[in-house]
Each structure stands twice: as structure tokens, then as C-alpha cells.
């Protein structure tokens, strides 16, 4: 419960950090990616979900009373709108990791030369450029576990009694998740891929309670600009944060 509290709480001390530290270019540069991906992706699964409703109303919703046939439209247009969100945290790790590994790097060498931990800083532009790759396959490797556990999630809260515990696990599931896309963009200057694996396993409360406040951050517009940047710098001090209570 703790590691979740101080994921969350990396967030208030990650924000001043991303101006002082000269990061709002990053800001405006990751928000116009991650605008121009929800613009296509939100149109995308109304769409294609709207294509499947209509074999679907005229074949096998054919028999029910029009009222229930349109609940199950709507049902079928969320589900595909949960999908494409789902996807969408994946996408942005994924296109952006770049930059928010810059933002990690610059958060963290701050820290670090605040605690006089480090003689020199390292430069953000000694992150190895194959980070990207390593995004990728880390982000494909948690977007399939995710897919896994959210499904019967979204099924089950289909049964009345039963909505509210599955909301619950669900917003777990996305949360750490998501926490553990962002997590990586600090662990990867230290840890190699199956070392930031047994990290994350092993410090699940942090990584939830950074993905809270990622998809805390979606459900508000400003947050589609900010999540990029302010999630990248809550991610590092929440690590840095770990690593100093390990030294000590």
C-alpha cells in the first residue's frame, strides 16, 4: 500500500520539477503526438465498432426487442472504445519513449546532483537510442498480459453484483500496467530488459500507483497533453525515491 501511496504522491513533487528544469518543450512536443494518436484512435474504434454492430442488429440481435438490441450497440461501441484506450496507453509509451526517457534522465540527474549522490551528471543524450526498440517489445509484451486480464474484467462487469469488484480489479490491471510502461523509461539506464522486469515485479504497489495517476490524468482533457511529460518525471523521482531508501 505504500509503494501506491508514493507512486501517487511522486506526481506532486514531479510537476514543478518539469518547469524548473527547463522540460515544457518536451511537454509541447509528446502532447501533440499524443493529441493526433486520440483523435484518430477515439473515431477509429466508434467506427470499426459501428461496421460490426450492423451484421450483428440485423443477424443475430434480430430476434430481441429494439431496446435491448440498442443496449447491446452501445455495450459493443464501449467495449470497443475500452479496447482502443487500452491501446492508446501503449501507443504513446511506445512513440513518445524517446522523449520521456530524456525527461527521466533529466529528472534523475537532478535529483541525484540535489543529494550529491553523483560527482557528474550524465547526460540525457547518452540514453541509447535502441530504447525504442525496447519499448516496443516491452509495451507489446504488457499491452498482450493486459488484453489477457481485461477482457474477462469488461465481461464480468456485464453482471449486475459482480460490476463493482470487476471495475476495481480493472482499474488495477490498467494502472500497473501502465505504470509499468512508464517505470521503464528510468529503469532502462541502469537495468537491462529482464532486469526492469524483476523490478517491476517486485515494486507492483510503485508501478500501480504511477499508472493511477497516468489513467487518472486521461480522464481529463489537459491530461492527453500532460501525461507524456509529467508521468516520465513522476516515474523518475518515484524511483530515485526507492533507490534512496535502499542505500539507506
Not at 526517457?101 to 535502441?130: C, K, N, T, Y
Not at 481485461?150 to 500497473?176: C, D, E, H, R
Request: proline fraction near 4%; hydrophobic fraction near 55%; aromatic fraction near 6%.
Amino acid at each position: 500500500m505504500m509503494g501506491v501511496l508514493r507512486g501517487i504522491g511522486a506526481y506532486g513533487e514531479a510537476l514543478p520539477l518539469i518547469r524548473r528544469l527547463g522540460l515544457v518543450s518536451y511537454v509541447w512536443r509528446t502532447a501533440a503526438v499524443s493529441v493526433a494518436i486520440f483523435i484518430v484512435i477515439v473515431p477509429a474504434c466508434v467506427g470499426l465498432a459501428v461496421v460490426v454492430a450492423r451484421p450483428l442488429r440485423q443477424y443475430a440481435l434480430a430476434a430481441l426487442p429494439p431496446l435491448l438490441s440498442d443496449l447491446a450497440v452501445v455495450a459493443l461501441i464501449l467495449a470497443f472504445l475500452a479496447l482502443g484506450y487500452l491501446l492508446y496507453k501503449h501507443i504513446i509509451l511506445v512513440v513518445v519513449s524517446p522523449w520521456m526517457s530524456e525527461v527521466a534522465g533529466r529528472v534523475q540527474d537532478h535529483l541525484r546532483r540535489e543529494e550529491a549522490a553523483f560527482a557528474e551528471p550524465v547526460s540525457p543524450s547518452s540514453i541509447d537510442r535502441s530504447s525504442f526498440a525496447r519499448s516496443v517489445r516491452l509495451n507489446l509484451r504488457l499491452a498482450a498480459r493486459e488484453i489477457l486480464l481485461s477482457l474477462p474484467l469488461l465481461l464480468m462487469g456485464l453482471i449486475p453484483g459482480v460490476n463493482l469488484v470487476s471495475a476495481l480489479l480493472l482499474l488495477l490491471v490498467q494502472s500497473y500496467f501502465a505504470g509499468a510502461g512508464v517505470l521503464d523509461t528510468s529503469l532502462e539506464r541502469a537495468h537491462d530488459y529482464r532486469s526492469s522486469l524483476a523490478y517491476l515485479k517486485q515494486h507492483r504497489g510503485m508501478a500501480i500507483g504511477v499508472g493511477a495517476g497516468f489513467v487518472a490524468l486521461m480522464l481529463t482533457v489537459i491530461g492527453v497533453v500532460l501525461i507524456p511529460v509529467w508521468c516520465a518525471a513522476a516515474g523518475a523521482v518515484a524511483v530515485h525515491r526507492q533507490e534512496t531508501r535502499a542505500r539507506s
